[in-house]
């Protein structure tokens, strides 16, 4: 379990750190407001993916909680993207509103961390599943 949990992290920051440093790089221009703008959304998508998935290793050793799993996954990628809303509204909706290449821009760490989570919960159910 202790191996699982480092491979893990270690692709996490491997990922993570290559997409954030990447992402300013490949940026057509560069803004001085944007770049600790990115770097709030992709330390919120990374730490709030890696908490997800250890809870879901911690989870699924449980049987009980182990059937509700894909349910539990479902609310809190919701919960997930209200509280993404929440935090970057000024930046998105409200008055500091940003052009929509940039808001777009914003997503990109959703699309880099939402295919690991998957990937890394599938296989957590998958090897449960096998076990059973």
Same mark, same amino acid.
């Given at each position: ?12 920051? &491997?990922?993570? #750190? #290559? ?5 300013? &790089?490949? @940026? ?40 509700? @799993? ?8 919701? &919960? ?12 998105? @909706? !409200?008055?500091?509103? @940003? ?27 998958? !090897? ?5």
């Amino acid at each position: 379990m202790l191996k699982n949990i480092l491979i893990i992290i270690v692709v996490f920051l &491997f990922v993570g #750190t #290559t997409s954030y440093f990447l992402h300013p &790089f490949l @940026l057509v221009e560069e803004h001085q407001f944007f770049v600790p703008l990115l770097k709030k959304a992709y330390l919120f998508h990374f730490s709030f993916s890696l908490i997800l998935i250890l809870a879901f290793i911690i989870l699924a050793r449980y049987d009980k909680y182990f059937v509700q @799993l894909g349910f539990i996954y479902m609310g809190l990628l919701v &919960f997930k993207i209200v509280v993404f809303a929440a935090l970057f509204y000024p930046q998105l @909706l !409200g008055e500091n509103l @940003l052009s929509s290449f940039y808001r777009a821009s914003l997503l990109i760490p959703v699309i880099v961390f939402l295919p690991l989570e998957v990937i890394f919960i599938s296989k957590i159910m998958r !090897g449960k599943k096998a076990k059973i």
